[in-house]
């Protein structure tokens, strides 16, 4: 490999600045799971469809087996990891603990990530508006009912937080 592959970024991750040297055929996910050791988003199909290797960069999802780690460069980077960094598990990961909203897990992390940037956008959001949301993540476990009952139960729960 030659050395004009390999290049240097650096990027905000849960909040802390962090530099990486990665390849430029390096995926988001490369540098996640091989550089900082972030096993939480995973790549089941690699090919953009499934969203279990779903981060957050600059306010918007992207698919990490996709995206590359070079454009990581200068931005705000979340992953799944980066959801209870204050000691507290988030709120949408309390339901889903609480709904049962998983069976093996693999698809958890990406259904969280989501589920939380619903309901930044949309506090309040109805059956119909999760499942449309949620519609690029796969559960091949089939805990839909569980999830949407989660995304539910944390919408609930903050409202009832920001009236008190
Ligand atoms: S592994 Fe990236 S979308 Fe499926
Ligand atoms: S809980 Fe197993 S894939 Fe979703």
């Known amino acids: ?7 240097q970024i650096s990027f905000v991750l849960n909040g802390q600045p962090v530099k990486a040297h990665v390849q430029t055929h390096h995926s988001v996910l490369d ?15 690699g ?12 306010g918007k999802s992207v698919s990490g087996c996709l995206a590359l780690a070079a454009d990581l460069d200068g ?33 958890t992390s990406g259904f969280l990530l989501m589920s939380k940037q619903l309901l930044a956008s949309n506090p309040n959001p109805t059956e119909s508006e999760i ?16 999830i949407i009952q989660a995304v539910r139960l944390a919408a609930d729960r903050i409202n009832a937080g920001s009236q008190a």
């Open 75 to 107: 931005t705000q980077v979340e992953t799944v990891e980066g959801l209870d960094a204050s000691g507290q598990l988030d709120p949408v990961q309390q339901a889903f603990i609480d709904c049962g909203a998983f069976q093996c897990g693999f698809c």
């Open 47 to 58: 090919q953009g469809l499934c969203g279990c290797c779903t981060v957050i960069v600059d």
């Open 131 to 146: 499942k449309h949301y949620l519609a690029g993540n796969l559960c091949r476990c089939a805990a839909y009912p569980e």
């Open 1 to 7: 490999m030659s050395e004009s592959n390999n290049t």
């Open 31 to 45: 540098v996640l799971r091989n550089t900082f050791e972030l096993y939480g988003a995973r790549e089941s199909c």
